[in-house]
């Protein structure tokens, strides 16, 4: 039950703050800080949302993302908050900032968010979160780094993010919860910060704190990071579903044969729709190339045995500190060098190997 001056069900009455008033902290997301506020008001989370935005059923979108002046309002009425502080929870300043070119739309993907889908109510490891720091937690809540796909690991304490709880597998789903602290799985209670940690990756654990800090801070901020980003994650996808992979390219993305293979098992979906450890094994094998200057960086690439049709082609756009080094005529000087290399042979995939059994059955009258 809300206990907003007694009058929940009745929305038209003018809405005072709740009993309880609780600030965001440090890079909170409203989702965490609305569960958060809904149980120290001895309520639910979906009776709060309905109380605040009666008829909007807030749980099965995305939140986290923004707000519509109507909806900042109606917060702001029964919360206390200020705009700015309200705006401090969500995503879209952070977006904003790294795809200063790109249109936000809110019926659209937006790039770098973690997608959040739900069915029937359920979401889909749309959060991440890091053991240690909800251990370490007075009030343990959800940050807005979570939420976002280039981050896979906590750069405070160096350790992998999980996108499910320990126990029992389930998503994060904190709007479940009905009591208890939000480092509890809402599905079966385990304490998800007792997880044996694991430490992060050297080169992902420098690159990603890069990252972050051009994204959260308010200094200091070029694009040419997340283009490089973006592209690269692209190349390295549309390698590994190439029939062959180049010996120097291996060698370039310190990456060997199987796991470039293991690439293409999730190569269907766009990277913000993949799970923490499929996002990081992508951002381990990039991340030697993002601590590069741009000279050595497009060197590297231009004397590797990779397809000249595939750099210029393997990402909707070239980042803008490429397009001087990658003149047709200077890439096949490249290249030409380069021909004796012996490439590494791809293993065919599983379903390669499907198609080419199901054509034999057919050829021999076998079906
Ligand atoms: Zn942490
Ligand atoms: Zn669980």
């Keep these: 039950m809300l206990h907003a001056h007694g009058r929940a069900k009745v929305h038209r009455v003018v809405r005072g703050p709740w009993p309880a008033r609780i600030k965001p902290l440090e890079n909170e997301t409203l989702s965490s800080w609305l569960v958060r506020a809904s149980l120290a008001n001895f309520s639910s989370p979906s009776t709060v949302v309905n109380y605040i935005w009666p008829g909007w059923r807030a749980w099965t979108r995305d939140i986290d993302r923004e707000l519509t002046p109507d909806q900042l309002k109606a917060l702001q009425q029964v919360s206390s908050l200020s705009e700015s502080e309200i705006d401090s929870m969500l995503l879209k300043p952070?977006?904003?900032?790294?795809?200063?070119?790109?249109?936000?739309?809110?019926?659209?993907?937006?790039?770098?968010?973690?997608?959040?889908?739900?069915?029937?109510?359920?979401?889909?490891?749309?959060?991440?979160?890091?053991?240690?720091?909800?251990?370490?937690?007075?009030?343990?809540?959800?940050?807005?780094?979570?939420?976002?796909?280039?981050?896979?690991?906590?750069?405070?304490?160096?350790?992998?993010?999980?996108?499910?709880?320990?126990?029992?597998?389930?998503?994060?789903?904190?709007?479940?919860?009905?009591r208890g602290k939000l480092k509890q799985c809402a599905h079966c209670r385990w304490d998800m910060s007792d997880i044996k940690p694991a430490s992060a990756n050297n080169e992902l654990a420098s690159v990603t704190g890069m990252l972050e800090k051009q994204a959260f801070s308010e200094q200091d901020y070029s694009p040419?990071?997340?283009?490089?980003?973006?592209?690269?994650?692209?190349?390295?996808?549309?390698?590994?579903?190439?029939?062959?992979?180049?010996?120097?390219?291996?060698?370039?993305?310190?990456?060997?044969?199987?796991?470039?293979?293991?690439?293409?098992?999730?190569?269907?979906?766009?990277f913000d729709w993949l799970t923490t450890d499929d996002r990081r094994s992508l951002l381990e094998t990039v991340a030697p190339l993002m601590?590069?200057?741009?000279?050595?960086?497009?060197?590297?690439?231009?004397?590797?045995?990779?397809?000249?049709?595939?750099?210029?082609?393997?990402?909707?756009?070239?980042?803008?500190?490429?397009?001087?080094?990658?003149?047709?005529?200077?890439?096949?000087?490249?290249?030409?060098?380069?021909?004796?290399?012996?490439?590494?042979?791809?293993?065919?995939?599983?379903?390669?190997?499907?198609?080419?059994?199901?054509?034999?059955?057919?050829?021999?009258?076998?079906?």
């Excluded at 029937?120 to 937690?137: A, G, H, V, W, Y």
């Excluded at 029992?168 to 904190?174: F, L």
């Excluded at 001087?324 to 293993?347: G, H, I, M, S, W």
Aim: net charge positive.
């Design 291 to 367: 601590s590069m200057g741009t000279a050595q960086f497009a060197l590297s690439l231009l004397e590797s045995d990779i397809p000249l049709s595939l750099l210029n082609n393997c990402a909707d756009t070239i980042p803008e500190e490429l397009q001087q080094y990658l003149p047709e005529k200077r890439c096949f000087d490249a290249r030409a060098r380069n021909e004796t290399q012996n490439p590494v042979k791809k293993l065919p995939s599983r379903r390669a190997i499907e198609r080419r059994w199901q054509a034999f059955l057919v050829k021999h009258g076998i079906d």
């Design 224 to 270: 040419t990071h997340f283009q490089r980003l973006r592209y690269l994650i692209s190349l390295v996808r549309r390698l590994s579903a190439k029939q062959s992979i180049p010996q120097s390219a291996a060698t370039l993305f310190q990456c060997n044969e199987e796991r470039f293979y293991a690439f293409a098992d999730f190569s269907s979906l766009a």
């Design 94 to 178: 952070v977006i904003m900032r790294v795809n200063q070119d790109t249109k936000l739309n809110r019926t659209n993907t937006w790039p770098w968010v973690i997608q959040r889908s739900t069915r029937n109510k359920n979401t889909i490891r749309s959060t991440q979160f890091c053991p240690l720091c909800l251990m370490e937690d007075v009030k343990p809540y959800l940050r807005r780094q979570w939420r976002i796909s280039f981050i896979t690991i906590c750069t405070k304490h160096r350790i992998n993010l999980h996108d499910s709880c320990p126990h029992c597998g389930a998503s994060v789903e904190v709007h479940k919860l009905t």
